[in-house]
């Protein structure tokens, strides 16, 4: 079962980027994903990447985020730029053992425990 570790989240102004990095305990072949929940919110889903490397995005992030993966060494990224406040929440990365990649919470079995973003105006 693999195991999943979210690093990189801190706080930056509006307009700024952050990378957010995900190291998995295993080889990840898996579909993921990243995910955030802002408080008194659904966690949403905000990207996927296929095994075939696939692509999918959320629209409010289109254009500014980007997600990644780095085989060699099992992390995956998500590259966050042109960050708003509204882009403040918590965010996870998710990991499932199949090739449809949904953008989907409940697709997804394997998480993270998260890590925060904070955007300030």
């Known amino acids: 079962q693999v195991q999943l570790v979210e690093s990189g989240g801190g706080s930056v102004q509006a307009g700024g980027s952050l990378r957010l990095s995900c190291e998995a305990s295993e080889y990840i072949w898996y579909c993921l994903g990243w995910f955030r929940q802002a408080p008194g919110k659904e966690r949403e889903a905000i990207a996927t990447?296929?095994?075939?490397?696939?692509?999918t995005y959320t629209d409010s992030v289109k254009g500014r985020f980007t997600i990644s993966k780095d085989n060699a060494k099992s992390i995956l990224y998500l590259q966050m730029n042109s960050l708003k406040p509204e882009d403040a929440a918590m965010y996870y990365c998710a990991a499932e053992p199949t090739w449809t990649c949904p953008l989907s919470r409940a697709h997804f079995h394997f998480w993270g425990q998260g890590t925060q973003v904070t955007v300030s105006s």
């Open positions: 990447l296929a095994r075939d490397t696939s692509t």
